[in-house]
């Protein structure tokens, strides 16, 4: 079906039912209504090209993924997280435009995607603490939204994040609580602003607590599985070993847990282990009927991802409205990874 046959069923112009499938102010809220009704139920679905022709906009919003990051993309998290901004796109009628650069290519991509207008706006991922894309993007004038945020940045800008400090801190409390005193932190790359919140979070419960953070139980590396297995290897060989494990994602996680059972002890009897992000598509820390592997915090990322996607199609649509801040909290479940530490008598 195309506009001319919906506008015919409806008894409307063409031109209002384009207005009223595409959001503008002039159109009641009646017909919006029963516009949108009658295009379900006709199956109308309005091409993308005309729309961009009617709206003056690419219809189009763009990830631009540095080089030195590209293992994201086949990361559950990112994953996860394009899934649930698609479809937030999807039913807005925009495509999602991905592009893989040189780290010091970025500045041109983002200029070049405005220059050629390929995108109406950008999603930021994995901000630094001092994050360059945040006052290149206000000089361009691309809508955007960080998902994160930057510690560093002191002007408004539009960003969606976990309470990663509070996550960590509840984290690092909840295993005090159950008795261990030699807790260990398996962090992110430490440039990134979530990591060091993370950090943060962790540090802090553990000095409220009279406990001092010992600097051989930290380490910060990209969260993969060979780095979690390497960073408690070398931790559980220390003269003093940490009892318990926090970890930044599931996927180190798995590496902590390998190392564990390589020297013979049981994750959740003789070590615990606390996960961060267990709430993944293909990447599950429980189905649901069992108790989960991983006592862990959680957070979904595809819901982040539909949040962010949906901040940044309303600011594209009312491009003088206010910057918007959400930060989400992270939920802690239990699982059987942690348990009180094994006495030693």
């Known amino acids: 079906m195309n506009l001319k046959e919906l506008s015919d069923i409806l008894g409307l112009s063409q031109?209002?039912?384009?207005?009223?499938?595409?959001?503008?102010?002039?159109?009641?809220?009646?017909?919006?209504?029963?516009?949108?009704?009658?295009?379900?139920?006709?199956?109308?679905?309005?091409?993308?090209?005309?729309?961009?022709?009617?709206?003056?906009?690419?219809?189009?919003?763009?990830?631009?993924?540095?080089?030195?990051?590209?293992?994201?993309?086949?990361?559950?998290?990112f994953a996860d997280f394009l899934a649930g901004a698609g479809e937030s796109y999807a039913k807005a009628g925009y495509d999602m435009h991905l592009s893989l650069v040189a780290d010091d290519d970025q500045e041109h991509a983002f200029r070049e995607l405005a220059a050629k207008r390929n995108v109406d706006g950008l999603i930021v991922h994995a901000p630094l603490a001092n994050e360059p894309r945040i006052p290149l993007l206000r000089e361009i004038g691309l809508p955007f939204v960080v998902h994160g945020r930057s510690s560093g940045e002191t002007g408004p800008y539009s960003w969606l994040d976990i309470n990663n400090r509070r996550a960590f801190s509840r984290a690092t409390g909840f295993l005090c609580d159950l008795g261990h005193r030699r807790v260990a932190l398996i962090n992110g790359l430490e440039h990134m602003d979530f990591a060091l919140r993370r950090r943060d979070g962790y540090v802090s419960n553990l000095i409220d607590r009279g406990i001092t953070p010992d600097p051989a139980m930290m380490e910060a590396a990209e969260m993969t599985e060979i780095n979690g297995h390497h960073s408690a290897r070398a931790m559980l060989d220390m003269d003093n070993p940490p009892t318990a494990f926090l970890v930044s994602s599931m996927i180190s996680a798995m590496g902590v847990r390998r190392a564990i059972e390589e020297r013979g002890l049981v994750m959740g009897r003789d070590v615990s282990v606390i996960a961060h992000d267990d709430d993944l598509s293909y990447f599950k820390n429980s189905d649901g009927v069992d108790v989960p592997m991983f006592t862990a915090t959680r957070s979904s990322v595809r819901e982040?991802?539909?949040?962010?996607?949906?901040?940044?199609?309303?600011?594209?649509?009312?491009?003088?409205?206010?910057?918007?801040?959400?930060?989400?909290?992270?939920?802690?479940?239990?699982?059987?990874?942690?348990?009180?530490?094994?006495?030693?008598?």
């Not at 949108?36 to 679905?45: D, E, G, K």
């Not at 022709?53 to 990361?75: C, D």
């Not at 309303?314 to 939920?331: C, G, K, M």
């Open 15 to 77: 031109t209002t039912v384009s207005r009223a499938l595409n959001g503008y102010p002039e159109v009641s809220e009646a017909t919006r209504r029963k516009v949108q009704a009658a295009a379900a139920a006709h199956n109308y679905r309005p091409n993308t090209r005309a729309k961009a022709l009617a709206t003056g906009r690419a219809m189009a919003i763009g990830h631009v993924i540095p080089i030195s990051t590209k293992h994201e993309m086949v990361n559950p998290v």
């Open 304 to 345: 982040a991802g539909r949040q962010a996607a949906d901040m940044l199609l309303t600011q594209i649509s009312h491009p003088f409205s206010d910057p918007e801040n959400r930060l989400l909290e992270a939920e802690l479940t239990l699982g059987q990874s942690t348990a009180p530490p094994p006495s030693k008598g």
